[in-house]
């Protein structure tokens, strides 16, 4: 990801902060015993917001490589493969 590029890094930091407010309430429940539907619908919402915050970084590199592959390549090590490849492993 660009690191100049504060504006997507901000909600990428928002959106994990916000995963993390979730993993916690889903902590919570388990420790107070709460009915598995609570719990599951609280790790869905956690794993949507992680998957999101994912697919969120892949895109600003791949955004990055496309308006400037070299730069990109230079500043990650990242290939289009590489970039493929990070992809895929969040699908």
């Known amino acids: ?10 909600r990428i930091v928002n959106r ?3 995963a ?7 902590i ?11 719990i599951v619908t609280q790790l869905s919402a956690v ?7 994912g697919f969120a970084i892949v895109s ?7 308006a400037d592959p ?4 230079d500043e990650q090590g990242l290939t289009t493969e ?3 490849k990070l992809f895929l492993m969040l699908a």
């Open 1 to 10: 990801m660009n690191t100049t590029d504060t504006e997507t890094r901000t």
């Open 16 to 18: 994990l902060r916000r």
């Open 20 to 26: 993390r407010g979730q993993l916690d309430a889903v």
């Open 28 to 38: 919570a429940a388990v420790e107070e015993n709460r009915p598995c539907r609570d």
């Open 47 to 53: 794993s949507s917001a992680l998957d999101r915050a």
């Open 60 to 66: 600003a590199a791949m955004r990055q490589c496309i």
């Open 70 to 73: 070299d730069a990109a390549r």
């Open 82 to 84: 590489e970039l493929e």
